[in-house]
């Protein structure tokens, strides 16, 4: 990924000032201090900074709208996206548009694929290939767009627990051989770079490329977790589509995102869901006016760029330390509690699944909830807990993971708290059938 | 449906004190100054008259977004989990009962009219795909629809195998009646060849030229000539005239709650009538909601900022400050615009494009012909110029003459150009004295649109 300062091609040689441990807990006194908030993965975070530089455009609107709708607005836009283009690698900024979530271009890149069903150029049955793993927003969206026109939608059973890169490629071609050989005709595959729940980083380059291989149509990486955790770089990864939240792990307020796609005849046919002005434009337009909207999230990625050069090592140097800390943090809890990660630390971003002790009896996804919430109300923790359901013939294993994760405002406190808080529940002989619904 | 029983005072969390201002009985309406410190944040020095395009949003109301967005910054997750439905609930709640909607089920907060066009179109686009609708089934619309509205049919009906009727309505317009009888020969001569008519959008005031369109007898005749569903188009109505749902009748009615409700950008509301033949509408964000109606999927489209949904219940509050609250705000803005429309078109010697009682908080005065407003582009050239070379921020329209037919004229040709005026409770009498000065400036030198530079 390009750093801040090759980013700039105006040649700013600008030294930003490193930050100080006291000037970074500034930056997130917002945060409520009372929570060990180690649940970066859902909602993301903000520095305070970067919300000022949002609020100045918010008043710059509000002060002369008109103004700022002529003038103003779009050469942000295209600031926010060139840098964004630079980011990740991609050969041109008419390829990055900006939208409010990954939710939102899921949607613009499904329905798109719709119209393909209700011209026929696609034949019912012909399908989309997801993960067990996918977002399930995303997946709720697929069926919105792909089954409702009449696609066949195939999972791929992703393990988790899992040990290599080699178990996942090898569910994903014998999905692919499976689909093959029932004669279907796969359009779409759509495929996380990090999934949510459990969280594990997926081979993206390999699987992009065997779906290439075994002539799947398209291919969209739902990359949400992706940018400012690991490191993205479109051209090598290969996907048609690829998407990621600015508000996750890069510091935008919420909330932001970009839709990356790779120049195409078929682009001039995409279109964003929310018909305006610029309707025919190609989306990148398309997506910058969307009606009467507060765009100022979208608009403060030269401020972010400032702040992830104050770094030591920018952006990267962020993305590796979180990941360096959170594999450690992970290890020292799952020692605590005599459990396992979730997946080997190399399949890890800046996030790790952290088994947690079988006595707290966690046996559904609303066990799952009520420990969570649990943990919240009681003592101040903020982490995201995953129920895995037993496969047929396992004996003891871990039922439930907590996803914990490290970003820059995190101290070492925040997993003692984690750590004692589970020990406690432990001690106290506490299982979920005994927490309120 | 009630309210909530505990309504959410993100000023309380905050400061610990419990000084609900609500429950304090009002002693005095809000004052001058008081009004003038609401907005201080709008440029100084430019005479703001188009509160129409963009609408406006006082300090209060933006200070008790703030509050949510900290709440939210502060701990996403206990938000997500425990308040915000809560709040958005409210905030339809107190929707619902300002347009007489019968259930609060019927009520959808969305980002702007924008979306909801978006919204109801793309269930038209559906039922086209799956065979519900017939290819050259019809959508009808007015000629002077919002381009982003046109577009959106485009892109939704045209794509998808419908057609398209247009409608055009006369202006400048002296009645209800020349519009309801022209709405319903060009109904009628669209449908001539025997065309399935799916859906009507209505404008209930439309942008531009602005007028106040006789929406329920618009929707009535519909109704009568076989239309299918009507969906009112009515972004600019909520807090500029009266509001009833169940009078006008129509299927689908949506106005954004930023233009002249004090709501910072953006939210809009989309009513839905519940009926047992009511179709089922979708948000096209699809997310962990789908399936469980438009208002709930409606309420989470992901990860965003809803605070501007959220500020429903500050409104009102800053609403109920102002004497005859939103019905006197309603009526003063009218009232003033009208009369500052009289002035500036004796002054021009031009014409008023509608009579009053057709007029919003808006009104269309004809342009001094000498100006050459001949063009959408001279149209936009006089707006910048009138921008940046007097501070003024007024929409400028192009009145093509229809079929040869002149209108209005001044004493020197043709009227073609309107300015789109409006009041709104931060204008005053100043802003209208500079439109008329500037527009005298401009004869007196002999400025005409074409000698405009394109910025």
Request: with cysteine.
């Amino acid at each position: 990924m390009a750093s801040f300062h090759t980013i700039h091609g105006s040649g700013t040689t600008h030294q930003a000032e490193p930050i100080t441990p006291s000037e970074l807990r500034s930056e997130f006194s917002h945060h409520d201090p009372t929570v060990a908030r180690v649940n970066n993965g859902s909602f993301g975070s903000c520095p305070s900074s970067i919300i000022s530089a949002q609020q100045r455009h918010q008043l710059l609107f509000l002060r002369q709208p008109d103004y700022y709708y002529f003038n103003t607005l779009k050469p942000s836009i295209l600031e926010s996206r060139r840098i964004i283009r630079s980011l990740i690698n991609a050969d041109h900024v008419d390829e990055v548009s900006i939208v409010d979530n990954v939710t939102t271009a899921a949607a613009i890149v499904l329905q798109h694929y719709t119209w393909s069903f209700f011209s026929s150029a696609f034949k019912p049955g012909d399908a989309a290939i997801i993960l067990n793993h996918s977002y399930s927003a995303v997946k709720k969206a697929v069926r919105a767009y792909i089954s409702r026109a009449g696609g066949h939608v195939i999972e791929v059973p992703i393990p988790f627990p899992v040990k290599s890169d080699d178990e996942i490629i090898l569910e994903f071609q014998n999905s692919l051989q499976m689909a093959k050989a029932n004669g279907r005709k796969i359009r779409l595959a759509v495929i996380d770079h990090i999934t949510s729940m459990p969280s594990v980083i997926i081979p993206v380059k390999e699987l992009v490329k065997m779906c290439r291989d075994e002539g799947v149509d398209r291919i969209f990486v739902d990359g949400a977790q992706a940018i400012g955790n690991v490191e993205i770089n479109v051209k090598e990864i290969g996907a048609d589509f690829y998407t990621s939240n600015l508000h996750k792990w890069l510091f935008c307020p919420p909330a932001s995102a970009f839709l990356y796609c790779k120049m195409s005849d078929e682009l001039s046919d995409l279109h964003h869901l929310v018909i305006s002005h610029e309707y025919g434009n190609g989306l990148a337009m398309e997506s910058g006016w969307v009606g009467t909207r507060d765009y100022s999230a979208q608009l403060v990625l030269p401020e972010v760029m400032e702040f992830v050069s104050r770094f030591d090592g920018g952006i990267e140097g962020i993305m590796r330390r979180n990941h360096k800390k959170v594999v450690e943090m992970a290890e020292l809890l799952s020692e605590a509690w005599g459990t396992e990660l979730g997946a080997v630390p190399e399949m890890c971003s800046s996030m790790v699944m952290v088994g947690m002790p079988a006595c707290l009896g966690i046996k559904s996804d609303e066990d799952a909830l009520k420990l969570r919430t649990h943990l919240r109300e009681c003592f101040g923790i903020e982490v995201h807990m995953y129920y895995r359901a037993p496969m047929e013939g396992e004996v003891d294993q871990i039922t439930a993971y907590a996803r914990i994760s490290h970003q820059v405002y995190n101290r070492v406190e925040d997993y003692h708290r984690f750590r004692d808080a589970v020990n406690k529940l432990v001690k106290d002989g506490l299982t979920c059938s005994l927490l309120p619904n | 449906m009630d309210p909530p029983t505990e309504i959410e005072d993100p000023r309380a969390a905050a400061n610990g004190d419990n000084n609900h201002v609500s429950k304090k009985l009002k002693l005095s309406f809000i004052t001058e100054p008081e009004i003038r410190q609401e907005f201080a944040h709008h440029k100084l020095g430019i005479a703001r008259i188009n509160n129409g395009s963009f609408g406006s949003c006082p300090a209060s109301i933006i200070a008790a977004q703030k509050r949510w967005q900290l709440r939210f910054l502060q701990q996403p997750d206990d938000f997500f989990f425990n308040h915000l439905q809560r709040q958005i609930l409210h905030s339809r709640t107190i929707v619902k009962d300002l347009i007489n909607a019968d259930h609060v089920d019927e009520v959808s907060i969305v980002d702007n009219a924008t979306t909801a066009a978006a919204i109801v179109l793309q269930h038209v686009g559906w039922a086209f795909a799956d065979g519900r609708f017939q290819k050259g089934d019809a959508v009808v619309m007015l000629h002077c629809a919002f381009q982003a509205v046109k577009k959106s049919i485009e892109a939704y009906v045209t794509r998808a195998g419908g057609s398209v009727i247009v409608v055009h309505l006369p202006f400048p317009v002296k009645s209800n009646e020349e519009i309801i009888a022209e709405f319903r020969k060009g109904l009628a001569r669209g449908k001539a060849n025997g065309k399935k008519v799916r859906l009507a959008i209505i404008d209930h005031i439309t942008s531009m030229p602005c007028v106040v369109i006789p929406a329920r007898e618009l929707v009535k005749i519909c109704r009568e000539e076989g239309v299918e569903r009507v969906f009112v188009d009515a972004a600019h109505a909520i807090g500029s005239i009266h509001v009833d749902v169940k009078e006008i009748g129509a299927d689908f009615y949506v106005s954004n709650l930023h233009k002249w409700f004090f709501c910072p950008p953006s939210v809009a509301f989309l009513y839905c009538r519940k009926s047992p033949l009511s179709p089922d509408l979708h948000h096209p964000v699809v997310s962990h909601e789908y399936g469980n109606g438009l208002a709930i999927e409606s309420a989470w489209i992901g990860t965003r900022d809803y605070s501007s949904q959220l500020v429903v219940p500050d409104v009102l509050e800053f609403i109920n400050r102002f004497e005859g609250g939103l019905e006197g705000i309603q009526n003063r803005n009218h009232d003033a615009v009208v009369e500052m429309g009289e002035m500036l078109a004796k002054a021009w010697g031009t014409n008023l494009g509608s009579p009053p009682e057709m007029c919003p908080s808006m009104v269309m005065i004809g342009l001094p012909s000498r100006l050459g407003v001949l063009s959408d582009d001279d149209a936009l050239k006089l707006r910048t110029h009138l921008r940046d070379h007097f501070g003024l921020e007024v929409p400028i329209h192009f009145q093509m003459p229809r079929d040869g037919e002149i209108r209005a004229a001044d004493g020197d040709g043709c009227i073609t150009g309107y300015a789109r005026i409006s009041h709104q409770v931060y204008n005053t009498l100043d802003d209208y004295v500079r439109l008329k000065d500037a527009v005298s400036q401009l004869l007196s030198d002999g400025v005409v649109c074409k000698m405009l530079r394109r910025e």
